[in-house]
């Protein structure tokens, strides 16, 4: 079925703007489109590509096919829906009732979709995007939820204007500052997701001889106050070679393991391991003489 013509997909002013002269992007059926007359055509699968060639650093850049799939695979079995949980959570209290929300670094969708439907649930509004880099990832998160626009974009070049979204999240993606500020409202939240210091520990001890933990530490950034800290956790169990598997190529030990270390791995059956997250959460500071506060203090707005 294209996708392109069904009633759920959002027409009307977008969220995007044109990454070639920053003007507003308006959403047809079939393209978006900006007053200067630039149009970029919706893929099949929903998304729209807005990533300029000089702004590509190789011909298919982000996660390929083969870790696309694995992601999708096994997250599509749930086994991180405690940090979905988590996130919906803390994003119903963060919001208002019509809030803009972008994914940044979005691969492929589930969280982004998850969010989307605790919203709406909630009896909210929500206007979402979603970007990555990774146009075969993209084509999941677009079939996955019709109503949020989704765009092949870089995160250090977003295609959204100044102060634009209430709300950013990013997931173990570039952490892109300059422009996470520049698109965030005063006052906005951000929420960023990185590993906690055991998280994926048993896998580890499979693959590696002398694993260590990952390092976590708290980090102001300029123009940022910290809100909170949430840690998202639980363990998972993984109950043949397939999940094991899928877990496997869609981090980036598959990229750095010793060859011992995989063949290990190939040879299990199952495995309980353990997922933490930590969920730091940021406002965008109203005004250049707010002061930092401490993690755990008082919001100071």
Same mark, same amino acid.
């Given at each position: 079925?294209?996708?392109r013509?069904?009633?759920?997909r959002?027409c ?5 703007c ?9 959403r047809t ?5 900006c ?36 992601r ?6 749930e086994?991180?829906r ?26 492929e ?9 605790a ?11 979603g970007t990555?880099?990774?146009?075969f990832?993209l084509?999941y998160?677009?079939r ?6 989704f765009?092949?974009a870089?995160s250090?070049r ?17 952490l ?23 998280? =994926?520990?048993? %896998? ?5 001889? +002398? ?7 708290e #980090?102001? /950034? $300029? ?6 800290i949430?840690?998202?956790e ?11 598997q899928a877990?496997?190529?869609m ?7 010793p060859k ?7 040879? =299990?059956e199952? %495995? ?5 997250? +930590?969920?730091h ?5 109203? #005004?250049p /003489? $707010? ?8 919001d100071?707005?």
């Amino acid at each position: 079925m294209d996708q392109r013509h069904h009633p759920g997909r959002r027409c009307g002013m977008s969220l995007f703007c044109c990454p070639l002269c920053a003007a507003p992007l308006e959403r047809t059926e079939h393209t978006y489109r900006c007053p200067a007359g630039h149009s970029f055509d919706i893929s099949r699968e929903g998304y729209v590509h807005l990533l300029p060639p000089n702004q590509k650093h190789s011909a298919a850049p982000g996660d390929d096919k083969a870790m696309a799939a694995a992601r999708r695979e096994f997250l599509s079995k749930e086994y991180y829906r405690p940090l979905l949980n988590t996130l919906c959570s803390q994003i119903l209290s963060l919001s208002g009732e019509a809030p803009r929300i972008l994914d940044a670094g979005c691969g492929e969708g589930y969280y982004t979709a998850g969010i989307y439907a605790a919203l709406t649930a909630a009896g909210r509004q929500p206007v979402m995007a979603g970007t990555d880099i990774s146009k075969f990832i993209l084509r999941y998160a677009a079939r996955r939820c019709r109503e949020i626009e989704f765009a092949v974009a870089s995160s250090y070049r977003l295609p959204l204007a100044d102060e634009s979204v209430d709300l950013l999240l990013n997931c173990f993606s570039p952490l892109a500052l300059e422009e996470f500020r520049r698109v965030l409202r005063p006052g906005g939240c951000f929420l960023y997701v990185v590993p906690a210091a055991d998280h =994926l520990w048993q %896998l580890k001890e499979v693959l590696y001889d +002398r694993p260590y933990p990952n390092e976590e530490k708290e #980090t102001p /950034y $300029e123009g940022f106050t910290y809100r909170a800290i949430v840690p998202a956790e639980d363990t998972i169990h993984l109950p043949c070679p397939a999940d094991i598997q899928a877990l496997y190529h869609m981090t980036p030990y598959c990229w750095k393991t010793p060859k011992e270390g995989a063949e290990r791995l190939a040879q =299990l059956e199952k %495995l309980d391991c353990r997922i933490a997250f +930590r969920i730091h959460i940021f406002q965008k500071r109203r #005004t250049p /003489y $707010e002061r930092q506060s401490h993690p755990f203090g008082p919001d100071p707005h």
